[in-house]
């Protein structure tokens, strides 16, 4: 944990079960990636879901959980760019369970199933990207072209090149997301 931060051990405790229950039963086309100094603010590799105009796309996310979490839901920041109606240009995540609808039983393995469905479907109610916005209610083909153009030019999993290869554990079910060591750790 950072020095000089004190976080409650409610907070800590929900994190290190939502991040065990990952472990144990990690979701499709996500991989978690903690922060060993801080457990509070951890990655993740969103992979495009097949069929969507973000599918073979590697999309690096952060989520930052304040202390009061489960009662306040914790930020969340798409890092690659992304066209998306609910995501802003720089990132920003517009989504209802994370603004309006938050309660503490939720939990992080909802967070990310939210995020997976926000690329699956995106919600017209909650737009952050005026353009994407327009586009995705007025001619969906046009948004899913720009879509998968922004997905081939921000995230054609530029981690391969780098030899970080995000996608090489997140299809395999025998391999899991989160270190089970590394999260208990922090407990």
Known sequence: MPVGHSYSSEAI?????DLYILHLNPIEDIRVIINENNLF??????FGPTGTPYENGAFRVKLSF????????PSCKFLTKIYHPNISHDGEVCINTLRYSWQPGLGIGHILMTLRCLLIQPYPE??????AGRLFLENYEAYAKYARLATEIHANCKAQSEGKSP???????KEK???KKRILKHT
């Open 167 to 173: 996608r090489k554990r997140a299809g395999d079910p």
């Open 13 to 17: 405790k929900q994190i290190v079960r």
């Open 177 to 179: 997301r989160v270190d």
């Open 66 to 73: 304040s202390s009061e979490f489960p009662h306040i839901p």
């Open 41 to 46: 603010d951890f990655q993740l590799w969103i």
């Open 126 to 131: 909650s737009i952050m990207n005026d353009e």
